[in-house]
């Protein structure tokens, strides 16, 4: 054997012992990092005094490998809470300390957080960012809705959109639908094969747990409604004028899709439903309990992430301010 292959033998062999060396580290870094945001992603562990808190929303969290049925979770349930108007003032003052905690996140600017809602049609995603994030700063808050991929989108990667909307350093980001529909429309329409739409679940993960690595909070809500009460709020639309503009035929249409899209929520939620990127199933038949659990649940996860203002430059108290 020549030099040379010898060389190269000897360099392959410390390619792989560096590369056998670093597998464990790498795994261990891995780990300790998922645990850290594992502990942030159940902010009553972190926060609440005295659990469980008011209202309970740890009970809506789909724990990493539980199997849910959305038939048996009640979309009426309130807990103690029977009128909205036995919730309004703590709504006002979550939506105060919710202001507080973005305007410290955004002077922080080293963090931030997505939140992505989902639900069936008139599921109430439009009117939560609405009543939630009320009195947030503008500037700290952006919301991204999901149609139909252009033609740009469609030339990439299922999630390449989705990751070109994710928050930067210091913003909260909402999703008003998300990278969840390609596992859920493309799955009861049958817009791709099963073969390709069951691998998006790793690739969901994968995605998300990235994005928590580089300090990116994700919280995902499935806002939970019965059938009849769709109907309900379909009928509303349909019998006031002012409301025609959100009445799409198309609807009637995908409401024949109900038991199908069932099947597919549970198994993305199922699938998909994290340590470090948690999953609530909230039920939101009733408007204003659905905000309150939802307030609660963003505001406690924001108190856990802990941001803080940066310090301030030294010597300010030796600037006077000229005439």
Known sequence: MSDRSNSENNTDSAANDIAQAEAPKTKKAAALAAAQIADVMSPETIVVDEP?????YPQYRVKPGERISLADIDPNASEHYTKKQHVEEELEHLRDR???LQERLYAENQRSLLIVLQAMDTGGKDGTIK????????????VWSFKKPSDEEASHDFLWRYHQRSPRRGMITIFNRSHYEDVLVVRVKQLVPEDVWRKRYH????????LT???IGVIKFFLHISKDEQKRRLQSRLDNPDKHWKFSSNDIKERLFW??????????????????APWYVVPANNKWYRN???????VDTLEAMNPQYPGAETGLENIVIPN
């Open 203 to 210: 690739a969901i993960n994968d995605f998300e747990q990235m």
């Open 98 to 100: 919710l202001g507080d």
């Open 292 to 298: 309150l659990v939802i307030a609660r649940t963003i």
């Open 52 to 56: 469980p808190p008011k209202p309970n």
């Open 259 to 276: 038991d199908d899209y069932q099947i597919a929520f549970e198994e993305a939620i199922n699938n998909c439903s994290t340590a470090y």
């Open 131 to 142: 009543h939630v994030f009320q009195g947030i700063n503008p500037q700290g808050c952006q």
């Open 213 to 215: 690595f580089n300090n």
